[in-house]
């Protein structure tokens, strides 16, 4: 691994890695979720060892591409509302993407990747709350899409991702998110992206395989949401 330039105890970033590392079961893979950061805090992370990073806007993601280039090849995950004109841009940019919303993007996605030869690992994002401005699958729409995952080649379905709604007491969150393994496990899918900063010993306790964390390891972002 590059040697880089370590945190400082101004820098509490090497402290929560470490921190979280201890408290993660090894099924759980930790996304650095670096939108709003700058490549140098990337950077920074790089050099205590992630390489899991995290983006939800193309354009931010691409320009930190660029400024990263130097470093070993590191895994770029799609977080954010994926827009259907940007999809190209997407697919070029990101191995994986956590947000797969919808069957007419699952199927414009599909196009796109077989023309450009690639072969993306896809969460498919569920919605099992009403939560006004999130978007995602029902979970009985997922049901009777089911036998169709498998046609999506070349896309690689792997899991399901799902976002808590604000304001859900800390039981509720659990058992969202054990709603959300127990579909994933009834759709045959294995992974599962789930938990963010705030409730992610909840999404841990229910099987997450992916935890996105942005302010619980590099504290808060310089820019707007999402
Ligand atoms: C911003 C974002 C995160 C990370 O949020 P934090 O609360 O900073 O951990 C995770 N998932 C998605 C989809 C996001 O947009």
Same mark, same amino acid.
């Given at each position: 691994m590059?040697?880089?330039?370590l945190?400082t105890a ?19 893979h /930790? ?7 700058? @490549?140098?805090? %990337? ?6 060892? %992630?390489?899991?990073?995290?983006? @939800?806007?193309? $354009? ?6 660029q400024e990263?280039?130097d470093?070993?090849?590191?895994d ?6 994926l $827009?259907?004109?940007?999809?190209r841009?997407?697919?070029r ?5 956590h ?8 199927e414009?996605l $599909? ?8 072969s ?11 939560d ?11 049901r009777? /899409?089911?036998p169709?995952?498998a046609?999506?080649?070349?896309l690689?379905p ?13 039981p509720?969150?659990l058992?969202l ?19 963010? @900063? ?6 841990v306790?229910?099987?997450?395989t ?5 302010s619980a ?5 310089? @820019?707007?949401?999402p």
């Open positions: 590059a040697e880089g330039p945190a101004a820098d509490p970033l090497g402290e929560r890695l470490e921190s979280l590392r201890r408290q993660l079961p090894p099924t759980t /930790l996304l650095a979720v670096s939108k709003g950061q700058p @490549s140098s805090r %990337m950077r920074a992370a790089v050099a205590l060892g %992630m390489r899991s990073f995290g983006e @939800s806007r193309q $354009q931010e993601a691409s320009l930190k591409q990263l280039a470093l070993e090849p590191l770029w995950h799609f977080i954010g509302r $827009q259907a004109n940007k999809a841009a997407v697919l940019q990101f191995g994986t993407l947000s797969l919303d919808s069957w007419a993007l699952a414009r $599909q196009r796109i990747a077989a023309e450009e030869g690639l993306p690992t896809v969460f498919l994002q569920v919605k099992l709350r009403p006004p401005g999130k978007t995602g699958f029902g979970p009985q729409e997922l009777q /899409l089911g169709r995952l046609q999506l080649e070349p690689r792997m899991g399901l991702m799902t976002i808590a709604p604000q304001g859900l007491a800390t509720e969150r058992a998110f054990q709603e959300c393994a127990a579909l994933a496990t009834e759709l045959g899918l294995k992974e599962l992206s789930m938990g963010m @900063s705030n409730d992610w010993p909840e999404a306790a229910a099987g997450s992916w935890l996105r964390l942005g390891l590099f504290g808060s972002r310089s @820019s707007a949401e």
